[in-house]
């Protein structure tokens, strides 16, 4: 059964519920006493299990093997990583402009004239390094934009187009921020979008449930709340595996890189437009075989106390964030 919901969770729980059913940002989430509930504790105990497992199989010769193994299959796309995400970025904002009337997702609708030109001017600015910062600015316009128009709630699911226009700029330029590399930079943007976007699945599983109905096989005959709460739990914890050493990052990406891969075969062409970008961030991160000066030397019991810490900090701030600005409650 495990084996199994993890197939389908390749197949349904990345698709954007906003992009294909009727949500309500500002309509009151379930309340906590309601998430916090025996099946989401045991939910994360097995996440809290199998993230300390991944952690001490990585020390081992067997993860040692795994890592080779990565190196080897990875190298060609390791040594154009910058060209990957170039032309897929251009790719993402050519295909929203011919779709037209949307800003950076498929929810962010507009009837700016001055959006589709701005769009195909950061498309055009990825086909040199020297204007990467020229497109950059104009992803943050963008953003910026839809900050205005959706609210800081709504766009607080999309840091991962700040992160990427930090990416562009930053190699652009030939910088680093603070110590971080670049695609250091867009992997942190990449995992706190996740994260905040798994909280969500708890807090509005309601928006959901018409894409069950519509595709039943997904939950392999699982109620639908129990699904909702096994799929955020999943997500979170390869989230935060982003945040993590080199092999658990790597095999947390190409988990959740399938995932999405998966669900834009089963939801089509939009899903594949909308997640592109997400996609070409994360094969960056399969491919990414650095590691800090002299060795990374967090031990593996960090591991779980660092998601508990995660989990808590994020379920903790979306709800607070919500109360602030929509006057919900909490409990």
Known sequence: MALSFWVAETQGASAHVKWFCAYDVSGQPRRLENVLCQDFELLVGLALFWLFAGCLVERTSLGEAMTRSLDRVTCELRLHTEEMIRVVCGFFFIAVWAVGGIMLTP????TSPFVGPLQLAIAAGVLSRRTLPLSAAGIVVLFGLALRDYGTFHLADYPIFLGLAA??????????????RPLDVVRYSTAVTLMWASV???AYPEWSFP?????????????????MRAAGVVEFTLAFGLLWTALVRRVAAAVLAGMFI???LEFGKLDAIGHSAIIAVLLAIIADDWQPAGSD???PWLAPVGLGASLTVTVSAYYVAHATIFNTSIL
């Open 200 to 202: 969500e699945k708890w």
């Open 262 to 264: 998966s669900a834009c």
């Open 167 to 180: 990416y562009l700029a930053l190699v652009g330029l030939q910088k680093d921020v603070f110590g971080m």
């Open 211 to 227: 894409l069950l109905i519509e595709h039943p096989g997904l939950t392999l005959g699982l109620e639908s709340e129990f699904y």
């Open 107 to 110: 929810e962010l609708k507009t």
């Open 297 to 299: 030397r967090r031990v």
